[in-house]
């Protein structure tokens, strides 16, 4: 492995009030142990699709999730002469699968609880990664979803998607990168071990590893825009039952992406809240690295995020702008910008954790 040390690069502006509005965000992440559900299932006479469960590889994950879903779809087309398509949900798995499914001529309209802006993928931090996720499924499987979603963001690269190319570091191994690495070399650049972390106040070896970083508040906006000019709707419509859903929905085929929602549609008792909370800081042009270290440092073109807190079996949003008082500390210490700060209990590196990967599930039917 090349081991280099690097010059300095600037050091964020960690001023934070948490009493702006808008300063502090919380979200929470639809987790599912074993794997994530992709898979169909007839139901009174429907052909569901279940797309879900991705804890915080959501927007990572996407765009292959839709490719396996349109394959799905299609699939079920050869006998059947369906021409209209309804999906559940307009986070970025439903908009992507919306997205997919009008390349095979369907008319798609989206029902959904909430409105993209409201979703929590438009809540979440953006770096691409396989994080927040299980990944107990057939490898050959879950190599494709994870090639197809790279490559797709990174052919996105300048078209107005908000996806760019950065540099990442840690202080110790990302195994959430590492894992994609082992999996498919060559589609990421090999890690570099660094003898420090280019940063003031930094003194102990870390690695390097190149990404991308993908902004949901121009990501999502864009994915509607499209599909709204390709004649897609997004009607909001809460649904409180399966039931309601199979009586409100006349289409044969649905599109399950409703994230946390398919615990109580569908009885997923599988599915795990993992709340978040994010801090908001001004935007700073000038950092144009992500940083991960018992949290994470994401610096985009509408804010310095700072992120990263898993509060396991919590579904509700309450805000709390002590935690993200406490988040910027976190970080600042790390820079020499605040006195330290005693890491939480329930606390992770972002996306520095382990997922395993088991090759005994698999992701259709």
């Known amino acids: 492995m090349h081991v280099r040390e690097l010059t300095n690069l600037p050091t964020p502006d960690f001023t934070f ?41 959501g927007i990572s994950l996407s765009w292959g999730c839709a490719a396996k879903v349109k394959d799905i779809v299609r699939q079920f087309l050869t006998s059947s002469p369906e021409t209209e398509v309804a999906v ?18 369907l008319k798609v309209k989206i029902f959904a609880a909430r409105k993209p802006v409201d979703t929590t993928s438009f809540k979440a931090g953006g770096q691409w990664a396989v994080s927040v996720v299980e990944t107990a499924m057939n490898q050959q499987d879950l190599k494709a979803i994870i090639k197809t979603s790279y490559t797709t963001f990174k052919d996105s690269i300048g078209k107005g998607f908000g996806v760019h190319e950065r540099p990442n570091y840690c202080p110790k191994p990302a195994e959430g990168l590492d894992m994609v690495l082992d999996l498919l070399p060559g589609l990421l650049p090999a890690r570099e071990r660094l003898t420090r972390l280019p940063f003031q106040n930094h003194t102990q070896p870390g690695f390097l590893y190149q990404t991308l970083l993908v902004e949901p508040p121009v990501f999502l906006p864009r994915l509607q825009r499209d599909l709204e000019t390709r004649g897609v709707t997004i009607v909001t419509k809460t649904f409180a039952t399966k039931a309601d859903i199979l009586a409100a929905v006349p289409n044969k085929i649905i599109v399950n992406c409703t994230g946390m929602g398919a615990k109580k549609l569908w009885n997923d008792t599988k599915l795990v809240g993992v709340r978040g909370y994010l801090a908001m800081l001004p935007a700073q042009p000038a950092l144009q690295y992500l940083y991960s270290r018992n949290g994470y440092l994401f610096p985009r073109s509408d804010h310095v995020v700072i992120g990263g807190t898993p509060d396991w079996n919590k579904e509700d949003e309450d805000l709390n702008p002590a935690e993200c008082k406490k988040l910027v500390r976190l970080i600042a210490a790390a820079f020499g910008q605040a006195a330290p700060v005693p890491m939480p209990v329930n606390h992770i590196d972002h996306p520095c954790n382990r997922r395993l990967v088991d090759p005994r599930l698999s992701v259709s039917d």
Request: charged content about 15%; hydrophobic content about 35%; aromatic content about 6%.
């Open 17 to 57: 009030d948490p009493g702006v509005p808008g300063a502090c965000v919380t979200g929470v992440r639809p987790y599912r142990e074993g794997t994530f559900r992709l898979n169909s299932e007839r139901v009174s006479g429907r052909f569901i699709v279940h797309n879900y469960g991705h804890g915080g590889a």
């Open 88 to 105: 559940l949900g307009a986070g970025v798995m439903g908009l992507t699968a919306a997205t997919r499914l009008l390349e095979l001529g």
